[in-house]
């Protein structure tokens, strides 16, 4: 027989507010869907959902990394230089060397990201430099080294091969490759992070660093690592969209980091840290992917779409604040019952 009080209706609500909170997401892309469609029959066909699908596949490749670093309370500016840097490389490469596999070159973004991760990693963990600091930083240097070791040129897509630009092109089942290949990061990470000791400590650290560092979780090597994921899936995301685009360019995803945050944050991650889900950030995606792609349909200015993406994020901090703090009072109120 326990002592410990019954939860509460209010607590048991909370205690599943992330599927509602993933529930209330489906709802609003299914509203926002049927909306559009009424505007604009052609949203609502399967080729342009295909397209959807499409365009944020290295979207959400990218939302994973940034998520597991805002779980653990930091913070990854410089993915959008990973991905520049490593789908300059790709396509470098496959200009010079056209007989390179497509595996080949997916599983080289994912080794050269993760090394520029590591080295991101270093200065966090190690370095304790301010996350927000050293990704910032790094983000510049691995732009100029972009810069560099192009000359400062494009690679086109007549300059790649067929197979490459495969990746994105040809289809299985219906479906593109890169399609599939987000399927089993999804698989992949949402295995990690639920059931894995490795995925509870990144979780842990974000909840309160110094009690995970109390019960034995190595907190600068979980740091670390986190960066290393996010520059791996950098780097895979950074091969995928030069094969989606067909061009490798010094400029490429420039600001795209913003659109990261926007689509953890639309998926219930929280800044603080400590919160966030893999289906989550999967529905994040698909909600930036859908405005992204209505706005033009319905004819609206480019430059609404970034007053809007901006609001969107707003207020969808506020509501995970709002969570946050209604949890940590409905906790505290048991804790002193």
Known sequence: MTNEPAKTKKEVAFSRLPGFRE????IFIILISVLIGIRNPRFLTWGNFHDILLDT??????????????VTGGIDLSMESVLALTGMVAGMMVKQNPQLSPLFML???????????SITGLIVAK???????????????????????????????YEMPDSFKGIATERFLGLSKLIYIVLVV???????????????????????????????????FITWLV?????????????????RYASAQNDTASGFVMTIVAACVLGGVSITGGVGTIPGILLGSITVGIINNALPMIRVSPFWKMALQGLIILVAAIVNIAITRNME???LKRRVI
């Open 23 to 26: 529930l209330g997401i489906i």
């Open 186 to 220: 999804y698989l992949v990470f949402y295995y990690f992070v639920n059931h894995t000791r490795i995925g509870r400590e990144i979780y842990a650290v974000g909840s309160n660093k110094e009690a995970a560092r109390i019960i034995g979780i190595n907190t600068q």
């Open 329 to 331: 009072k409905s906790q």
């Open 127 to 157: 370095g304790r430099v301010v996350p927000i600091i050293a990704t910032l930083s790094m983000m510049y240097i691995y732009r100029g080294i972009t810069f560099i070791i192009s000359g400062g040129k494009w690679i086109n897509a």
């Open 57 to 70: 596949a290295a979207l959400f490749v990218l939302s994973v990394g940034m998520m597991l670093v805002l």
């Open 107 to 117: 599983l080289l973004g994912l080794i050269l990201g993760a090394l520029l991760g």
């Open 227 to 243: 960066y290393v994921i996010s520059g791996a899936l950098s780097g895979l995301a950074g091969v995928m969209w030069v094969a």
